[in-house]
């Protein structure tokens, strides 16, 4: 192998570690079983690889802490609200820009200044906390992905689009549609990126039918670096320069910066129309905080500012890339399967066909990361029927999820290649013995945002 083919190791290496816990088999048992089988209330220092999101949990570098430490907490008008201010205006290209503490808060802010009551959004897929503030803004939400998303096994390079001909049969009407929102990457989907070429088409169906256009860009910078490597036409580009393109095809942005803004905080509204800023702008500074600082402290914004620069780092990127298609093989080797093709900030696992003999009212993706906990305190996130799935009273499974999956999130920057090889193993001694794994039911469960809250037990 001549030396620029060996593969690059993470462009970083680690000056600060924190502890992280091992528990016995039995006291993982006795974790779990207190917390009702809802990872959610596990506590941090009860898990030993912690894949439940990717989102504020990256680890910051030594140059947004010297930045940090600058950082102005000025009321209004702070240094380091014109620092961010700059850097997110020249990635974004955005004229307004209003900072806000989550990517939530800027979708309630945008929604309820820009979407009447009665109108739908339309979106490859809404995030569920963006499925949710459409209809608290009185809004319908509707997702039309492409058919080959439904196909896990396809690997299709860009299976997070929009289905064009039902986007446009949805503009043409009769609903009233308020918005059009495009989720880069598709969380909700695999994790699967948005090609430039279904971007352009979908700006092309708003301007001729004059409604919004939105990103909701959480993920950005892995959409542009899917794109370049994925997408005729972009491998003469940097990531940066297709983020930037992406961003000047839309309307506006919503963007929840504790992802490919590399911090533990923050968020960001993008916008050109200034009627509408000046309607969010009243909004924010009533409920979140002044327009120079939206609800974070001087110190997040210069965290944020240079994390803007860190993320579109072509090595960065690459070795980030490099290390979830890596996981992803040693998975697949490991006898479990995921959706294909392997997208970046997760890899969503198929526990419908790794557990068959469960069938979606035993919650075959609740048990495989319940068992992942109990075999090697790992923490994950089921979707399927026990978040997606429709439950009667007695919280019996009316009708399943269309997939019964488990994602594994991968933190920016915090796990190392030992890490990875110890979930594979995990889950490898899992797949060599599925039939042993039991299936869960519901004790109790709220009404609003089920999964996290609800209690179950084992059958
Ligand atoms: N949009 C997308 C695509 C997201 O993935 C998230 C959060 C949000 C909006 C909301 O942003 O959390 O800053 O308020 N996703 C996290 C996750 C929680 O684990 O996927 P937030």
Redesign the pocket.
Known sequence: MSADQIPLPPPYRIKVVEPIAFLSPSARRDAIEAAGYNPFNLRSDQITVDL?????TGATSSAQEAAAAQGDESYAGARSWFRFREEAADLTGYPYLLPVH??????RVLFSSLLKPGQICVSNTH????HANVEIAGGTPVDLPVAEAFDLDSTEPFKGNIDLVRLEEALAGPADVGLVLM?I????LGAQPVSMANLEAVRALCQRYRVPFFL?A??FAENAWLVQQREPGYQGWSPRQIATRAFQLADGC?I????DGLTG???LIGLRDDALFAQCEANLIATEGFSTYGGLSGRDLERLAVGLREVVDPLYLSSRAAQTARFARMIKDAGASIVEPAGI??LYLNAGRLLPHLSPSEFPGHSLGCQMYLDGGIRS?ELGSLYLGELDESYRVVKPAPFELV?L?IPRRVYTMEHFEYVAAVLGGIAKDPERIRGYRITSAPALLRHFKVRLAPL
């Open positions: 439940l999101s990717d989102s504020g989550q990517g939530r808060a800027g979708e995030f569920d906390t963006t989720t990457t598709n969380n909700g909701d959480a993920r919503l929840s910066l504790k992802k905080i923050g968020g900030h997760a996130a994602r999130a």
